[in-house]
């Protein structure tokens, strides 16, 4: 055997840190393929990497030797770069020998192509046993003793299938009995998961019903195992459309693990298991109609850490669990569940047969309750019929029951809208209400809604109380408004129009055609652009930038207008019109960049609109929309 002095690596003082890194892709952190590591990481003290093609131990050098095992990898760097950093930062000078054994697309589960399964053969488990044994046999010939810690990122992959993520806990407890049992990870080593992020950049492939399933296995087996430590990687969820952030969350993650190392990551950053949200502020429903089936608005549970045990009792009342797709967690039931952070939670009841009577019911989310009522009226209140048929539609759709002022607010509008001039040119009205299921529902013919159209969910766009709709991304999403121009606009006769929360500060579409001869936006440096069906453009600055309706008419084969708030022209041209081919018109642009525009309500017209007709319409829109707003 070789003297330390001849392999150049000294002992150092005992134990020596043997720090493993494991999992698929973002435990090599693979978004920072090709970057510059920052100038803290260039000296890092005695560490070290296993150089598994040499069968040796070699310096670590970020960017260059930080890679799956050892090698370049892209230049790529993970969380043992800030992990290191911050060891000596605080103090330890102890040698840090490093294990990597990080590969894209890597499962738990048995999948034939690359996966650590434990009973696989020639896969990601026995490469890392073969680097382990080779590297801490090395390590006792130079009577290195060594203090073992695991950072391990892996999960992705198996919440591609349900049931790999239904077997990831039990699947996770075998990988760490087997490392222990073949020698490679001891069994008094600290395993520290760094837990996967509910990320919409994958849903092309995977589901967030997976990925809370394997989120929840990870925080299981943190909770039952003394071995393991968990830490959270959603502190930046600005980075949850990316599958492969870069810097700085890599920065965070190593921070994060380190905390976890010394015992310090609660008083840093919170418990990560926290199960008592900051509140559950369900409103009470009240003058309801007797024996109606009546809905909670959806609200998501904040404070929550990891998955929190859900419970129901009383009123007969269900719960259900909606991922931030909507897409369904848990369906209507009283059984106890789980729920997690960024997951909603919706409830309904059953209301009273009885006028003026009450009903309710108690929701409990970890160490927290909340009480829910929901009250009949006392005499049945007198509706239009387009204000039962809207309500009855939104509760049909899974949205919160529109009751009591609610219904009020509603009703009036379309009182006022059913006495105007404008109401029977409206083809689509869709306004900010109580949620997103009453946002995205057209005021007119109470049946259609606002649909996405971008092909991923990361291009969504995305309605949030009391601000209005947003794209999550700035190209290749969509609200579709259920409109064909080339089948329901007349060449020469149109409007549509927008309500703005905020003008764009970019110069892209804010509404648009799938053709693009249909066009508005409107930007914060007072410019506009605008056509409804044209081949070319009228352009205008020099605006004003407040907020509110912005409308496009086209009144004639060579009349085109833009109206402002409270319906005045702001612009006007004479561009031609041509016959369109457009099959779909659009807030943002599901086939290209969109602007960064906040939008609270849209509305089409078959026909042009007078500025009277939209000083009207904009004063009836906004009033329902501020009633809501005020909630």
Known sequence: MASTDELGVPPGPAPALLLSVGGQSNSRKAGNSGGTPAEKYTDLGETYIWDAGAGAW??????????HRGGPDSGVWGSEAEFVHLLRESGGTQPVYILKEAVNGQSLAPAGGGDWAPQATGERYDGYVAQALSAKSELAALEIAVEEVFLWNQGEADSNDLQSAADYQENLEELLASLAADGAFGSNGMFIIERIRPCSADLSTSTYGGQFMVREAQERVAATDPRVRIVSLDFDESNFGSLHPAEPWCEGCGTRCHAAYAGTYATAFGPVLATSPDSLGFVDQ?????????????????????????????????????????????????????????????LRMQSSANLSASVSTTITVGGASAEWSVSTYAQAPSLESETDAFI???????????????????????????????????????????????SSLDLVGQSLSLVQAGSLATNDWVWTGGVGWSGLSDANGGLDLQFAPSSDWSQDSGAFGLWYAALAENTRGDLTSDTGDSYLRATTAGAARFLLNSSANENVSGLQTEAGLRAVVRD??????????????????????????????YVGNPSGAHSDAVVRGA???????????????????????????SL
């Not at 931030?324 to 209507?332: A, Q, Y």
């Not at 609109?609 to 009836?620: G, I, K, R």
Request: proline share 3%; aromatic share 6%.
């Open 392 to 438: 009855a539609q939104v509760t049909a759709n899974g949205g919160a029951t529109l009751s009591g002022a609610d219904a009020a607010a509603l009703n009036s509008f379309f009182l006022t809208a059913k006495a105007s001039g404008w109401w029977s040119k409206i083809a689509r009205l869709y306004l900010s209400c109580a949620d997103t299921v009453s």
């Open 58 to 67: 070699t310096a670590y050098v970020c960017g260059a030797t930080s890679g």
């Open 556 to 585: 004639g084969a060579a009349s085109i207008r833009l109206h402002g708030p409270e319906g005045a022209v702001i612009a006007s041209g004479t561009t031609t019109s041509s016959a369109s081919s457009a099959a779909g018109l």
């Open 286 to 346: 009240s003058d309801v109609a007797p024996g109606m089936e009546i809905l909670s608005a959806q609200l998501t549970p904040g404070g929550l850490g990891g998955h929190a045990a859900l419970s129901i009792s009383g009123g007969d009342a269900e719960y259900r669990v909606l991922n931030p797709d909507g897409s369904v967690w848990l369906d209507w039931g009283s059984a106890p569940g789980t729920i997690h952070p960024f997951q909603g939670l919706q």
């Open 603 to 629: 509305f089409v017209a078959n026909s042009a609109l007078t500025t009277a007709e939209l000083a009207e319409l904009d004063d009836a829109a906004t009033l329902l929309m501020s009633h809501f707003l």
